[in-house]
């Protein structure tokens, strides 16, 4: 009986030490990501407006729809990375406004959002 219990005993403490030791990894931390600036006006008429991102990975961007295009979606690590938008005149009467998310990092991603608004002609 007592060589059982130490059996379970030993069997324990192996386990316990496994899971410590698997719980000590290194644990990951947030990619710096930086969009600048965090929102701006589109003029009514159309045109371009520029973000900039600074990222300590490759980024990507999704977002956008039929009035508007952004260029480039991805990117290199860096501070010297510019996203251009490009709208359509609004004659739709009504303002609106676009959300764009950009994300940097493999394992532990990194979000931050950006946006334009357009007010009506």
């Given at each position: 009986m007592k060589k059982r219990t130490?059996?379970?005993t030993a069997a324990c403490a192996l386990l316990?030490?496994?899971?410590?030791l698997t719980a000590c990894k290194n644990e990951e931390r947030e990619s710096l990501l930086?969009?600048?600036?965090a929102q701006q006006t589109m003029p009514a008429a159309g045109g371009t407006v520029e973000f900039n991102i600074e990222s300590e990975g490759e980024w990507w961007v999704s977002?956008?729809?039929?009035?508007?295009s952004?260029?480039?979606?991805e990117g290199p690590p860096g501070a010297a990375?510019?996203?251009y938008i490009t709208a359509d005149p609004n004659?739709?009467?009504?303002?609106r406004s676009l959300l764009f998310?950009?994300?940097t990092g493999t394992s532990y991603v990194t979000i931050r959002s950006f946006g334009i608004t357009q007010p009506a002609l």
């Amino acid at each position: 009986m007592k060589k059982r219990t130490y059996i379970t005993t030993a069997a324990c403490a192996l386990l316990t030490a496994a899971a410590l030791l698997t719980a000590c990894k290194n644990e990951e931390r947030e990619s710096l990501l930086i969009v600048t600036p965090a929102q701006q006006t589109m003029p009514a008429a159309g045109g371009t407006v520029e973000f900039n991102i600074e990222s300590e990975g490759e980024w990507w961007v999704s977002g956008g729809n039929e009035w508007c295009s952004l260029d480039p979606i991805e990117g290199p690590p860096g501070a010297a990375n510019t996203i251009y938008i490009t709208a359509d005149p609004n004659d739709t009467g009504a303002e609106r406004s676009l959300l764009f998310g950009v994300r940097t990092g493999t394992s532990y991603v990194t979000i931050r959002s950006f946006g334009i608004t357009q007010p009506a002609l």
